[in-house]
């Protein structure tokens, strides 16, 4: 039997899913809190291209599956087999969203626990500069990660 792991982060944000929908899909908010810039809006079976500040390349991103404020998934792994970013919506009673963010599947060996702990601080990370530019208007992402343009890049650029 073959075990897979999966990264996993979730927060509350105190906006209506429609806006923070929007903030995931659309490069122009996301360069306020995740990317420097990308080509386009993400959506289903479109590839797009994020470039991250911290690195010299753009990684392509395809969109997967897209359902209206609700649920998000897309593939950066460069085509790996079996690696997908979902993100699920769900509205609260007192208008916030929790958003949820699963990506799958690492191996359960040591390389795949190392990336499954890293892509797990980067949602992390992704969940808490969008709690902050959605409620707040702040970029906690500026100058973050400075420290690593001189880092050789790594496969995985969330974290």
Not at 14 to 21: G, I
Not at 25 to 47: A, C, D, V
Not at 77 to 96: K, T, Y
Request: with cysteine; aromatic share 10%.
């Amino acid at each position: 039997m073959n075990k897979t792991l999966s990264a996993k982060a979730s927060i509350q944000i105190q906006k209506p899913k429609e806006q923070v929908f929007d903030a995931i899909i659309s490069p122009e908010k996301m360069n306020h809190y995740f990317i420097e810039h990308g080509t386009g809006r993400l959506e289903t079976g479109k590839i797009v291209q994020w470039k991250f500040p911290e690195f010299e390349d753009q990684f392509p991103v395809t969109g997967q599956q897209i359902n209206q404020n609700e649920y998000i998934s897309f593939d950066w792994s460069g085509g790996a087999e079996g690696m997908l970013v979902e993100i699920f919506l769900e509205s609260q009673a007192d208008g916030s969203t929790v958003v949820r963010i699963k990506e799958s599947q690492m191996t359960a060996d040591e390389n795949g626990i190392q990336q499954a702990i890293g892509q797990t601080e980067g949602w992390a990370n992704f969940l808490a500069c969008l709690k902050a530019y959605l409620e707040y208007g702040i970029n906690l992402r500026m100058g973050a990660f400075d420290f690593m343009k001189n880092i050789k890049q790594t496969s995985d650029p969330i974290t």
